[in-house]
């Protein structure tokens, strides 16, 4: 799991689980990966939005176990998709299928939003921007 803030940059690429915005979405500017400087807009899977975030605040002690299946990695950067078991410390279990719009990858930069949780899937050599 990690923890983004706003106007951090994504240390690998990861699989947005919640932000702080109601909605579970957020801005990234992607501008070291394709030069554009354009905010974009990564979204949530709609089942996990909203179970991360405590009245806008971060859980300080949050748990979470699952299994994440995906693409193996490659050099496509608008193509990601995969399914995932999750279980929450309280018990609750719930299944997510993801896309692109729910990736943020290595090197964009959060914009805009206090900030976001995800797991992470690529790190190092087996990120997007590195291969």
């Avoid at 951090?8 to 689980?17: E, H, K, N, S, V």
């Avoid at 997510?96 to 729910?102: G, M």
Wanted: some cysteine.
């Amino acid at each position: 799991i990690v923890l983004i803030m706003n106007k951090m940059d994504c240390p690998a690429d990861i699989l947005l689980l919640d932000t702080s915005i109601t909605e579970g979405h957020c801005f990234i500017e992607t501008s070291n990966l394709d030069g554009e400087r354009t905010l974009k807009k990564r979204i949530s899977p709609s089942q996990t939005i909203g179970s991360l975030n405590n009245n806008g605040k971060y859980l300080k002690e949050l748990k979470i176990s699952g299994m994440i299946t995906c693409d193996a990695p490659n050099i496509e950067l608008y193509k990601f998709d995969g399914k995932g078991d999750i279980k929450f410390k309280n018990g609750s279990k719930m299944e997510i299928s993801y896309n692109q719009k729910n990736i943020i990858l290595k090197g964009s930069k959060l914009m805009n939003t206090e900030w976001v949780i995800g797991f992470i899937v690529y790190a190092g050599h087996d990120t997007k921007i590195v291969k």
